[in-house]
């Protein structure tokens, strides 16, 4: 059966530090990969998603940027945090060709920026 | 483009009592619609999907959805409310394998005992 990883699972960071969250898939090949951010009372923003290896697409232009160096592994970065990145980001996979994009989720990463 | 309203952002039941959670969506081609259910500091976990064929649609804990074409809902029922309802209820719609899904903003389920 298929599983998916997120680490860490909370993060405390200061303003300006770096940031690396983690998300991993188990148990399919190929999958399509997506990174979604909840803030509070703002429903799920979609940030990235990606096709394949090396291929990524941004939804919303902001100072965090994602890659996928495997095929089921895909990684969200910043650079420098903002206090407005804080949120639960979470990780999502789904099926090629699924019938209507079926989206499974990770377990989330709080992130709070101080 | 597509698009989704939940109308509520906070829904209150009593325990036993009829949940109705509504949602209803834009899409330019027949849509497949999705309803997620999200636990305090948990991801997403699906309850049912409508994709073809049966617009009556039975997911998990005795949820079900009606797709209902001429109104554009898929609203989320349940007869009976049990504690461990509460959470927040996601609406989400695609409109083929190959797009993202467009979610709606969501809506709180309280239960009181």
């Known amino acids: 059966s298929q599983t998916i990883h997120q680490w860490p699972a909370t993060l405390v960071q200061p303003v300006g530090s770096p940031l690396s969250l983690e998300c991993t898939v188990e148990g399919t090949s190929n999958p399509n990969l997506y990174w979604y951010r909840q803030a509070a009372g703002r429903g799920l923003q979609l940030l990235f998603y990606s096709i394949g290896i090396g291929q990524i697409s941004s939804e919303v232009p902001q100072n965090l940027s994602a890659s996928r160096p495997q095929d089921r592994q895909f990684i969200l970065s910043s650079k420098k945090l903002l206090l407005s990145d804080s949120g639960f980001y979470l990780c999502a996979w789904s099926e090629v060709d699924s019938q209507g994009n079926e989206q499974f989720f990770g377990p989330g990463t709080r992130l709070t920026v101080l | 483009a597509q698009s989704v309203t939940q109308l509520g952002s906070h829904v209150s039941v009593s325990e036993g009592a009829l949940v109705l959670l509504r949602c209803n969506y834009s899409?330019?081609?027949?849509?497949?619609l999705f309803w997620y259910v999200q636990y305090p500091n948990q991801g997403l976990q699906l309850l049912l999907k409508?994709?073809?064929?049966?617009?009556l649609v039975k997911g998990i804990n005795g949820f079900e959805a009606e797709f209902k074409k001429s109104e554009t809902s898929f609203h989320l029922t349940k007869p009976s409310a049990h504690m461990s309802d509460a959470a927040e209820y996601f609406c989400?719609?695609?409109?083929?394998?190959?797009?993202?899904?467009?979610f709606g903003k969501g809506t709180m389920l309280l239960v009181s005992p």
């Open positions: 989400a719609v695609s409109d083929s394998g190959y797009s993202t899904l467009t």
């Open positions: 409508y994709t073809t064929g049966a617009t």
């Open positions: 899409s330019s081609v027949p849509p497949y």
